[in-house]
């Protein structure tokens, strides 16, 4: 008797139809260079809208809006504006890096160099451990001193 056929547990991965790859060289495609947000900013920016929409009546939420909303909620680094609003600005001084390697970086708030370059490898040649270490130092104290 042949063993049984079960479904796959997990989907198929979908592939990539453009030139993107996030890797030690960072290919963007059409991407390169658009501004990015935090997971934190993007719930702060969401969070803002459905303010606003509640207070005009105008709410629709649907189920992928309310899972999304969940999602920030548990992964966002930083809850509030004033820590997002440093933390951002604590990012924009390192101008080497690209918009998306800084919105990486405010999202995963890595908490050693060799942390970051592994989930990050695009920064391993465009600054120094030394550097990258005192940036998420940074991010580090306002994530534990203020929220």
Known sequence: MPAPVHAPTSRTREKITGDEEAAKELKLGEFQNVPTLTLSEARLLINA???HRKSQRK???TE???KTQDYLDVFARFKQKENIEAVER???T???LELFERAQLGSLCCET???AKT???SLEQKISDEDLQELLDD???LRNFVE
């Open 119 to 121: 989930l990050i490898p």
């Open 49 to 51: 809208v459905m303010d």
């Open 113 to 115: 160099s060799e942390e």
């Open 59 to 61: 709410v629709e939420e």
């Open 139 to 141: 991010i580090t104290k």
């Open 90 to 92: 604590t990012l924009a």
């Open 64 to 66: 992928t809006l309310i």
């Open 94 to 96: 390192r101008q080497e």
